[in-house]
T-cell receptor, first 113, second 113 residues
Framework: DGGITQSPKYLFRKEGQNVTLSCEQN?????MYWYRQDPGQGLRLIYY???????QKGDIAEGYSVSREKKESFPLTVTSAQKNPTAFYLC????????????FGPGTRLTVL | AQKVTQAQTEISVVEKEDVTLDCVYE???????LFWYKQPPSGELVFLIR??????QNEISGRYSWNFQKSTSSFNFTITASQVVDSAVYFC??????????FGPGTRLSVLP
């Protein structure tokens, strides 16, 4: 089945620790995105990548880092510099860029203890 | 700048009622795309529809219908004969060439049995 997988589904982190969220897609999409969603809020763009080995900051990139070494994978690292990391993180991919339909993974819920 | 407004924060209806979710957008571009996504309690965003700015035809898919009016910059979504399974948060989104998606804040729909 084609789709987007995110792991883990739930993640707990102690303050001061870095943590990496996984996002993998087998849709052969060029573009991938990371969003953050806070309770009762909309989606905010963290980072996006339109091609392997290239990525751009979104609206709230501070305290986050990404890599895009493979077309299928776009991991997100939440660093200790992110002051309020508890949120729901959604990964998406799209075929050719900004206007193509984005398809979403199931999300990772990160809680900082 | 692009902007999407969903003025209805929460809506509650009783099963079998019809309900319309409003979406108003702002963009200076003549070519753009509009989307609706559904986010059920599980969290994953489910793509519902994509419409380009040159196609103002209304669309119907089962109990779902969409009304696109460029004159009022609106792309409203109607659910006919609502069901409990329609309970979710619904997001309207906008994209155009060279820009990333802009999501509205979402409308939480509760369908009561």
């Amino acid at each position: 089945d084609g789709g987007i997988t995110q792991s883990p589904k739930y993640l707990f982190r102690k303050e001061g620790q870095n943590v990496t969220l996984s996002c993998e897609q087998n849709l052969n999409h060029d573009a991938m995105y990371w969003y953050r969603q806070d309770p009762g809020q909309g989606l905010r763009l963290i980072y996006y990548s339109q091609i392997v080995n290239d990525f751009q900051k979104g609206d709230i990139a501070e305290g986050y880092s990404v890599s895009r070494e493979k077309k299928e994978s776009f991991p997100l690292t939440v660093t200790s510099a992110q002051k309020n990391p508890t949120a729901f993180y959604l990964c998406a991919s799209a075929g050719t860029g900004p206007t193509d339909t984005q398809y979403f993974g199931p999300g990772t819920r990160l809680t900082v203890l | 700048a692009q902007k999407v407004t969903q003025a209805q924060t929460e809506i509650s209806v009783v099963e079998k009622e019809d309900v319309t979710l409003d979406c108003v957008y702002e963009t200076r571009d003549t070519t753009y795309y509009l989307f609706w996504y559904k986010q059920p309690p599980s969290g994953e965003l489910v793509f519902l529809i994509r419409r380009n700015s040159f196609d103002e035809q209304n669309e119907i898919s089962g109990r779902y219908s969409w009304n696109f009016q460029k004159s009022t910059s609106s792309f409203n979504f109607t659910i006919t004969a609502s069901q409990v399974v329609d309970s979710a948060v619904y997001f309207c989104a906008l994209s155009n060439y060279g820009q990333n998606f802009v999501f509205g804040p979402g409308t939480r729909l509760s369908v009561l049995p």
